[in-house]
């Protein structure tokens, strides 16, 4: 059996003496040549690199392979390196020292061992494998298999406690400093050849260095920003938990990640943010295209001191880019004007609907990431920042924070579930999404639920209504059943597995056209006032307007073809007027960007296989301004695509609750039991749709739309 230190043994002085980091790289501050700069003589580090390239000033000379940074960057910058145990930098001569120990008393010290801790704990030969993990802001869990020499190491822990019922043992992050407590369970099972445990990860350890050492202030004593500069029409417009936001910003530095539900005043947070850092400008929003205009609009109404000359909306590649204070641009346009791009950087910049970002292979990423890089504030948008799945987060926290997981495989190892497939890493999983939760929250991420913040904000019903599709003619009926029959079969590829679920889903909106023109006819004769229907074909959304149309019944209409200065003018229609009582809109391009709270239903015609765009869809009518309690009808029809669909976005939707990114419950309906197919055939179906639809989604989305357009241009079959 190992020798497990006893707990004598274990004193601090002895144990930090004995794993006192050795430092490998000494370097020094010295001036820049350019006045307020200074620039760093190191050897090559990859964590000190990884700090610099974190630093918003950094600057990179390759004539003398040494990076240089502003003044104003400087204590963030020895700081950031203190924290790298192997690491010490001389300071800058006549500057005021900063002084590491005073900054974190002892914990320095600490916090270097602890970091070193993140690499090299592995063992080969270990037959037992565990890992640590944060519960809470102030606590780890150990999660390891039976051994009872791991029991011992444990029991003399100051602060262990085990937990009858999840089986893990836990312990204080804190009281490692309080009881004087060193080394780390992680270092106390080192001697246990038998046994690997994965510390936490050097992310969580940077970012909650404050429950280590117990003295800094922790996010939630948030000091109070000083707005005065601002001017009051704004900042006495903001509701109390939107002014929380903007200091929540200004003490990150004005790096973050808002995500706060769809309609809590995101916009209004956002422009007061970058308003604070005025002097910095000009400004930069990047916002999907549909939106730029209501940005213009936003910017006009909250600071009417500025002049409607310094509002830039580029509405073509040609355009100037940097030609007004606040220049607003849409992701897809921007990265149509890379060669505008080098210029002086943008220092303040809002990405609204951050979640565009999610892949970083995309056109729109790549053009982004260059400015995301260079600016010295980021505020980064959105309701749903994750779709689907935790790996959609990686590029937005890499924009907020890009020390925190530098490399994206150590960031996919542990939230993403990473496995290796014969094809390479695939990181569409999850996995320890407390953890992420609440590492986002500490470090970047600010997030208020409707439910929190506007107790008078009515609440949400949901309700899945099925729909028959008995009454289709025998030549459709057979169309959707061979398409269910052609996806049941085995498919020799991923492609052609594909093809045949767009087929289905294809068909499915055939089928179902009569039944929803029928429950939106009972809607209207029931005397709904006011609604939205949401679908995704054209063809369900013309054969929706041509019948309204038919009807007279006056409406409005939304898709990927309305222009973006016409959709607010659209929305301003049906917001004041009485008689305009149905808006028909695209799932894809009315989800985002718009309020419509003068209707309290959503009537949802088809469904859609990513959850956060229903959710995003839902909340155009669940924002402020919103009185009425507000239903929402999901029309399900059995027999088709929509058995497969309505259980895949329940899955998905429970991941994102776990990482605290969606209050929303798909599975919570009773009605939505049924749609667990019992048969084991149909089962497989549903297994297939999850497969597709959750690897490489933004390919996959891009392939049901461009499907989804050539079926609609085809000419419509007979309905009848
Ligand atoms: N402090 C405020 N005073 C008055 N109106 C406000 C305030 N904050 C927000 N609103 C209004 O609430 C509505 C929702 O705001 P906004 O569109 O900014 O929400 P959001 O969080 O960006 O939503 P989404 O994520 O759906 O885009 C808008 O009509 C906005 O004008």
Not at 156 to 163: E, G, H, R
Not at 212 to 239: C, Q, W, Y
Not at 355 to 375: E, S, W, Y
Not at 695 to 713: G, I, K, S, T, V
Request: glycine fraction near 4%; include cysteine.
């Amino acid at each position: 059996m190992a020798q497990l230190p006893s707990r004598a043994s274990t004193s601090t002085s002895n144990a930090v003496a004995a794993k006192k980091p050795s430092i490998s790289v000494r370097g020094r501050c010295v001036p820049h040549t350019e006045d307020s700069r200074f620039r760093v003589e190191v050897g090559y580090h990859a964590e000190l690199i990884a700090v610099f390239k974190s630093i918003a000033s950094k600057n990179y000379d390759p004539a003398t392979k040494m990076w240089n940074f502003s003044l104003e960057d400087y204590q963030q910058l020895m700081e950031e390196a203190a924290s790298i145990a192997s690491v010490s930098l001389r300071p800058l001569e006549g500057m005021e020292v900063v002084d590491v120990a005073s900054c974190r008393p002892s914990n320095s010290a600490v916090l270097g061992a602890l970091l070193k801790l993140c690499s090299g704990w592995q063992k080969p030969g270990a037959t037992l494998q565990g890992q640590c993990i944060l519960v809470s802001p102030n606590k780890f869990e150990v999660d390891v298999g039976y051994n009872v020499d791991v029991i011992a190491a444990f029991k003399q822990m100051p602060t262990s406690s085990y937990d009858m019922k999840t089986r893990k043992w836990s312990f204080s992050l804190e009281d490692f400093k309080k009881a004087h407590y060193f080394p780390y369970p992680v270092d106390l099972l080192g001697g246990i050849a038998a046994v690997e445990v994965e510390p936490l990860p050097r992310a969580v350890i940077q970012a909650f260095s404050a429950s280590f050492d117990g003295t800094e202030a922790r996010s939630f004593d948030v000091p109070k920003a000083d707005l005065s500069a601002i001017e009051p029409s704004l900042t006495n417009s903001l509701m109390p938990f939107q002014r929380e936001g903007v200091n929540f910003a200004v003490f990150k530095q004005g790096r973050l990640l808002l995500a706060d539900d769809m309609g809590l005043g995101k916009t209004v947070q956002a422009i007061c943010i970058a308003a604070y850092y005025r002097n910095e400008w000009p400004l930069l929003v990047v916002a999907p295209s549909s939106v730029r205009f209501t940005w213009a609009e936003a910017f006009r109404r909250w600071l009417p001191s500025l002049s409607p000359d310094c509002i830039n909306v580029v509405v073509k590649a040609k355009d100037n880019l940097r030609s007004g204070l606040v220049n607003i641009v849409s992701y897809d346009l921007l990265s149509r004007m890379d060669k505008q791009q080098p210029g002086d950087p943008f220092n303040v910049l809002i990405m609204d609907e951050s979640h565009f970002l999610k892949n970083i292979k995309t056109a729109r990423c790549k053009a982004a990431l260059p400015l995301l890089k260079a600016a010295k504030r980021v505020i980064l948008l959105s309701g749903t920042p994750a779709m689907s799945r935790p790996c959609e987060l990686y590029t937005q926290i890499l924009a907020v924070r890009p020390n925190l997981f530098p490399r994206y495989h150590d960031f996919g190892m542990r939230y993403c579930d990473a496995k290796q497939t014969n094809w390479g890493w695939d990181y569409s999983g999850s996995s320890n999404l407390g953890e992420l939760k609440l590492l986002l929250e500490e470090s970047l991420m600010l997030r208020r639920l409707k439910s929190e913040v506007l107790s008078q904000l009515p609440a949400k019903q949901r309700k899945v209504v099925t729909v028959t599709i008995d009454g289709i003619c025998a030549r459709m009926k057979a169309a959707l059943s061979a398409a269910a029959k052609e996806l049941s079969k085995e498919h020799r590829n991923k492609t052609e597995e594909k093809e045949a679920l767009l087929i289905f889903y294809n068909r499915t909106s055939e089928a179902k056209l009569q039944a929803i023109m029928e429950y939106i006819t009972d809607m209207l004769e029931c005397g709904r006032e006011k609604f939205l229907v949401f679908a995704h074909h054209k063809l369900v959304l013309d054969h929706i307007s041509c019948e309204l149309g038919k009807k007279n019944v006056p409406f409005i209409r939304i898709d990927g073809a309305t222009p973006s200065l016409e959709r607010q003018q659209l929305c301003d229609k049906f917001q004041n007027s009485a008689k305009t009582c149905v808006a028909v809109l695209s799932i894809t391009a009315a989800n985002m960007g718009i309020t419509l709270h003068s209707a309290d239903l959503v009537i949802f015609a088809e469904l859609f296989w990513n959850p956060g765009v229903l959710i995003q869809a839902e909340d155009r009518v669940h924002r402020i301004g919103q009185t009425k309690s507000v239903n929402i009808h999901y029309l399900v029809a059995k027999g088709t695509a929509d058995d497969h669909l309505w259980p895949m976005i329940q899955g998905k939707m429970n991941v994102l609750q776990q990482v605290g990114l969606s209050e929303s419950n798909f599975s919570d309906n009773a009605v939505s039991a049924s749609f667990h197919s019992k048969d084991p055939k149909q089962r497989s179906i549903m297994e297939m749709f999850q497969r597709s639809f959750t690897a490489e989604d933004d390919m996959d989305e891009a392939m049901l739309l461009e499907a989804a357009d050539d079926w609609d241009n085809a000419p419509p079959e007979d309905t009848s």
